[in-house]
């Protein structure tokens, strides 16, 4: 989840795109990606609709009013994610962590209700998955498989019996922090003030492993990383998360950890996050939150705020990320992780901007087809698509099936450690 998107440059590059339909008929690769996501379901591991339709300006909340059966101001609707041929999605249902004792729970809650009603009103499209049976057997029946993320672990309220009782609602995966530090883990862009997982951190990796709910690094410090693939007993992933070695950001994975999945199991789902993909973005992006924190101590009003801050992006124009680059960090990850550890977590909707080429649901064969003109073949191509979260996702499942015969649900209290 990143700031609101808009869609003003989006609209236009579309417009320029869509007369390349007849050469892009003629582009193997393409053909070849098409053919391939058609054989293997390209599950997408981070979309941020969910928090879209809440935060909508017209409608807010409203399932009905957000209608995906038309074109939609976002990044995705149905016709677009048929065209993308999304094969899976974990929903994201984030909840913003800044604001403390802010009613985690019940916005959690109500994101499960947006999340939940949105999947439910077009059966014909969508269906509910929990397990990894239910993600085959719905691309089998032509169904986009949707799964439910939670992001950020300051919506279990310190509380195991919360956190199982997401489970239950149907959350598979719960980032273990958002941008802020909780009272049991440290995350990436704030204060390292535990320098990983406290105790009771360990115990939340150990019960989810016990349900079978993935356990999701991105948005954690490398400290946080680090404890996790120490104590976790199922493979891990990073839903939304891109190569800290080519591009400096602290949302990214260092080489470090990336060594370490092929022990763990675990898959790097590579996002599209401009800031995350190109160093010239991040960067810019650096000075800009500078310049903006200036404005803010320079004057109070809020429009001569606005006018200073567009005359400034006037004078330096934000650079673009690019499908290539994307592309590159997708390699990365293969190079130094391996082809069994790498995957797609798009972040669509959860960005103002996106990469060049990679501008809304409907391009993800385009990124396939580059990483074919690169030389995988359909094999990694399809363990890149499914292949790899699939053996993830059934791996947490045996895990969990195992502990359950083995220990009872965790009873432990933050307090007690
Ligand atoms: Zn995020």
Known sequence: MHPVHRCGVLLLVLALTSGAGAAAQSDPALERARKVLRSAPLIDGHNDLAWTI?????????????DLRGRTSGHTDLERLKAGQVGAQFWSIYVPGEVKDSGYARIQLEQFDIALRTI???????????????????????????????EGGHVIENSLGTLRAYYDLGARYLTLTHNVTLDWADAALDSARHG??????REVVREMNRMGMLVDLSHVSPGVMSDALDVAEAPVIFSHSSARALTEHGRNVPD???????????????????????????????????????????????????????AWVAAHPRPQATLAQVAN???????????DHVAIGSDFDGIEHTPVGLEDVS????LFAELARRGWSDADLRKLAGGN?????????????????????????????
């Open 256 to 310: 470090s950890i990336l060594q370490r999945l092929p022990k763990n199991g675990g898959v790097v789902m590579v996002t599209f996050v401009p800031a995350f993909v190109s160093q010239e973005v991040a960067d810019w992006e650096k000075v800009a939150d500078q310049e903006s924190k200036r404005v803010e101590a320079q004057t109070s009003d809020t429009v001569e705020r606005r006018r200073l801050s567009d």
């Open 196 to 201: 990983g997982l406290t105790e009771f951190g």
């Open 54 to 66: 809440r935060e909508s300006k017209t409608a807010p909340r409203d399932v009905a009013a957000y």
């Open 329 to 339: 960090h997708i390699d990365h990850v293969r190079k130094v992780a391996g082809v």
């Open 120 to 150: 439910a009103r077009y059966p014909d499209r969508l269906a509910l998955a929990l397990t990894a049976a239910d993600i085959e057997r719905e691309f089998k029946r032509g169904r986009i498989a949707s799964l439910l993320g939670m």
């Open 363 to 366: 391009r993800f064969p385009q």
């Open 389 to 417: 979260f699939l053996r993830v996702f059934r791996a947490a499942e045996a895990t969990a099936t195992r502990l359950q015969r083995e220990r009872q649900p965790s009873t432990r209290t933050i307090g007690c450690e």
